[in-house]
């Protein structure tokens, strides 16, 4: 299995631009979440779908954030605008069925925004 | 609010050197409270779940435990391979399966 698989890896953008980041969850999962990882705030939830169906966005910074999961094996992020404060590792992340079952993460995409 | 907080932010051990590192929580009630190792430039890899307070797990030298209020990681001997962030999150009974996350620990082993 290849397991969780983000895109790019790395991406540098000016103030202003749209970004786009991808993610395909390991087969058979039908949880995913998305997270933004910082020095100073820590790994913070962004965004959860279970099923493909947009659960709890309650962690969506505003509303230049958006996330959609179009079918069972794909999900992007996009932010527009996007902002130097917004510069983070975002990683992905799904859960296969089940209510207690450990979180496989992607290896993430860096982003700064400049 | 279900909270997580992380001891020590930062640990620095000599290889052979025991040591644990603590997960205190607060949450309404316990579904799972789950052990993560990040090495730098990757994502979080799952390690350890505990369900239940009195609950052990081990893989290799790490043994992970837990109360009703807290959890411990348990390095016992360890190699500068062990080097890493250590997260711990919980998941909390209700309706929700999203994990909180604690801010992590650092460890650094020197040969």
């Known amino acids: 299995d290849a397991g969780v698989i983000q895109s790019p890896r790395h991406e540098v953008t000016e103030m202003g631009q749209e970004v786009t980041l991808r993610c395909k969850p390991i087969s058979g999962h039908n949880s995913l979440f998305w997270y933004r990882q910082t020095m100073m705030r820590g790994l913070e939830l962004l965004i959860y779908f279970n099923n493909n169906v947009p659960i709890d966005d309650s962690g969506m910074p505003e509303d230049r954030f958006s996330a959609k999961m179009p079918n069972a094996s794909f999900s992007t992020l996009k932010i527009q605008p996007s902002e130097p404060r917004d510069s983070a590792v975002y990683f992905c992340?799904?859960?296969?069925?089940?209510?207690?079952?450990?979180?496989?993460f992607g290896p993430g995409t860096r982003l700064t925004v400049l | 609010e279900d909270q997580v907080t992380q001891s020590p932010e930062a640990l620095r051990l000599q290889e052979g050197e025991s040591s644990s590192l603590n997960c205190s929580y607060t949450?309404?009630?316990?579904?799972?409270l789950f052990w993560y190792r990040q090495d730098p430039g990757k994502g979080p890899e799952f390690l350890f779940t505990l369900y239940s307070a009195g609950e052990e797990k081990e893989k290799e030298r790490l043994k992970a435990t837990l109360t009703k209020k807290e959890s411990f990681l348990h390095i016992t001997a360890p190699k500068p391979e062990d080097s890493a962030t250590y997260l711990c999150?919980?998941?909390?009974?209700?309706?929700?399966?999203?994990?909180?996350f604690g801010r992590g620990t650092s460890l650094i082993v020197h040969p």
């Open positions: 999150a919980v998941q909390a009974t209700g309706g929700s399966y999203i994990p909180t």
């Open positions: 992340a799904s859960t296969p069925p089940g209510m207690n079952n450990e979180q496989f």
């Open positions: 949450v309404s009630g316990l579904r799972g």
